[in-house]
């Protein structure tokens, strides 16, 4: 059973959404600090650093003041520079960033007190050094320390972090022909499933997971070639999906998710509802982007931009008459993000939303095969929603359901290259996947795609059906 002091600081970490190391990862880069914020994320390091430090909520934790220096600058820079992002799609941090960061971290200091700040921030570390031990069974000790393997995006040595660890039993180092060798002991390997309890019972896995996600619709300028691939049915299932949400015209209308703009303009939303205005909202710079090409080579009037997530809508209360969410909800927090739209609607309004479900036949036939090397491939629900989910969630927030519904549409997953990259960049099999370290996930890409060809050549059908879930909603 992990240590209670552990918990609360996980979640004292999320409630102040703060995030740290796997957020790097999946942004694939280092923020950036313009050198005249660099005076003051020092003075606020210092500042902090000097507050009283509960050795007793630590345990037996031998942190040292320069870890914990190094631990708040971290903080500070990977949640400044995830704000960063979603406000301007770069890294590199402004100074409303960094502030909003320290008013974050000191939000947390002044509730549960510096040694929870460290747990909090020394858990996602550790996790990430536990898993790929755990992974490889034995590390080099030059990979452990250089982090080569498994925490590539951090630029210091890793050495003081293997010391630790040794120093409170959860690492040994035994020597092998030529070199020494990091391993679990068994208190580390206790410690690995208490890890993977702890991120389970706080939801930090699915912040985890969620920020990847965002992270992830970053890196997909391809997405329209990408989803046309894959899904080639998907632009006749936006049509009919715009043509039976029942919208007159002249609405104010809100988007989720639009993304590039593939609803919104391809599947013609804009065209077809003609809104007096049409705000769409997505996270992804990227993705907004495309949109806003698209929107300018329609001269389409009334449309605006916003940066920004489903679980908290930069909008007034009762701003829109209507919204609607094409496959985007499956990647939001349901339990935040149904009643900001109810939030955001008028009295009357109503919401459009798309969802895809779970595959199950496809699951225990070809996909069992081919990636049958991620040995428990489950599907996460971050790609595919239970059919009671958003039907569920909405009543909580209020909203009347009007009607739900199953359709379906065709997956190809005949181009093992792009089948496994959307698995992978999507985390289809997030349960898996999340238990490897940052390398392993890279090799078993390679094996995938490999077994996926292997798969055709012997000519295994890569063609299914898929079904979508269609929720009408109405505040009433
Ligand atoms: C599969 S795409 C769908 C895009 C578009 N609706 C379409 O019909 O093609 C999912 C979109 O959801 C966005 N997204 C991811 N997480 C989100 C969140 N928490 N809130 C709102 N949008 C999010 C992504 O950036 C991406 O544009």
């Not at 990862?25 to 507050?51: C, K, M, Q, W, Y």
């Not at 858990?123 to 498994?150: I, K, P, Q, W």
Request: proline share 6%.
């Amino acid at each position: 059973m992990y240590a209670p002091e552990a918990e609360k600081s996980v979640r004292l970490f999320l409630k102040y959404g703060l995030v740290s190391d796997p957020w790097q990862a999946a942004a694939r880069g280092h923020p950036t600090l313009d050198p005249d914020l660099e005076s003051t994320l020092r003075a606020v390091v210092n500042e902090i650093a000097s507050e009283p430090l509960d050795r007793l909520v630590l345990d037996s934790w031998p942190i040292t003041q320069a870890q914990i220096e190094t631990g708040i600058r971290e903080v500070l820079l990977s949640s400044g520079s995830f704000d960063a992002y979603l406000a301007t799609g770069s890294l590199t941090l402004t100074a409303a960033s960094l502030h909003e960061a320290i008013r974050r971290v000191r939000l947390l200091v002044r509730e549960g007190g510096l040694a929870r700040l460290m747990l909090g921030y020394g858990y996602t570390a550790l996790v990430e050094n536990l898993m790929a031990v755990r992974h490889y069974g034995s590390m080099r000790e030059e990979d452990f320390v250089s982090g080569r393997l498994h925490r590539p995006w951090v630029s210091r040595s890793l050495e003081y972090e293997l010391a630790a660890g040794m120093a409170v039993g959860h690492y040994e180092l035994v020597p092998g022909v030529d070199g020494r060798f990091v391993k679990l002991t068994r208190r580390g390997a206790a410690l690995w499933r208490d890890a993977q309890e702890l991120w389970r019972v706080t939801g930090y896995a699915d912040t985890r997971h969620r920020l990847s996600m965002m992270a992830e619709f970053a890196n997909l300028a391809d997405l329209d070639e990408l989803t046309n691939l894959i899904l080639p049915d998907f632009m006749d299932m936006r049509r009919a999906f715009i043509n039976d949400c029942d919208i007159p015209a002249g609405a104010k209308l809100l988007e989720v998710g639009s993304g590039s703009g593939m609803l919104t303009f391809d599947a013609g939303l804009y065209d077809t509802l003609r809104p007096s205005s049409l705000t769409c909202v997505d996270p992804s710079p990227v993705l907004t982007g495309l949109a806003m090409k698209k929107a300018k080579r329609r001269h389409a009037q009334g449309v605006r931009f916003v940066r920004g997530v489903a679980e908290s809508l930069p909008f007034p209360p009762e701003s829109f008459d209507h919204a609607l969410a094409f496959a985007v909800m499956q990647y939001t927090d349901r339990e935040q993000a149904l009643p900001e739209l109810y939030r955001v609607l008028r009295p009357g309004g109503s919401v459009a939303i798309s969802v895809p479900l779970d595959l199950p036949a496809l699951h225990q036939t070809v996909m069992q095969r081919w990636f049958k090397p991620l040995q428990r491939p489950s599907y996460g629900s971050f790609v595919f929603v239970s059919p009671d989910d958003i039907p569920e969630h909405a009543l909580a927030a209020g909203f009347r359901v009007l009607s739900v519904s199953t359709k379906t549409t065709s997956l190809d997953y005949s181009r093992p290259e792009l089948t496994v990259r959307i698995m992978m960049q999507f985390h289809v099999f997030q349960d898996t996947l999340s238990a490897l370290p940052y390398q392993a996930r890279l090799d078993l890409r390679d094996d995938l795609i490999g077994r996926g060809r292997y798969l055709l050549s012997r000519g295994a059908d890569m063609r299914f059906e898929a079904p979508m879930q269609w929720v009408w909603l109405q505040k009433p």
